[in-house]
Nanobody, 119 residues
């Protein structure tokens, strides 16, 4: 079993930055695909970014050039650096882990952290 705990959410102004962290525990997930989804009010959950072993990354178009995903395997933590935030980035952000590279149906999820961007 893998536990994922997000932190770092909060309130930011448009153009500002936040860094989300996802601390993992329970088992070694060095080779897992890790990533982030988000869900805005009234909308379906959507993919944001992922990082595959060892370092390949993928982003949804709307965050390319603004968000950066990274991982520190020594700390069992995944990060999402969010710059140039926009009001449309407001959502609950969920960390996820998948034993498969596809990341279409992650095996494990965090509880989510709220990100609110004011205009």
């Amino acid at each position: 079993q893998v536990q994922l705990v997000e932190s770092g959410g909060g309130l930011a102004q448009a153009g500002g930055s936040l860094r989300l962290s996802c601390a993992t525990s329970g088992r070694t997930i060095t080779s897992y695909t890790m990533g982030w989804f988000r869900q805005a009010p009234g909308k379906e959950r959507e993919f944001v970014a992922l990082i595959r072993w060892p370092v390949s990354t993928l982003y949804t178009n709307s965050v390319k050039g603004r968000f950066t995903i990274s991982r520190d395997n020594a700390k069992n933590t995944v990060y999402l650096q969010m710059n140039s935030l926009k009001p449309e980035d407001t959502a609950v952000y969920y960390c996820a882990a998948d034993g498969n590279p596809g990341f279409t149906t992650p095996d494990y999820w965090g509880q989510g952290t709220q990100v609110t961007v004011s205009s």
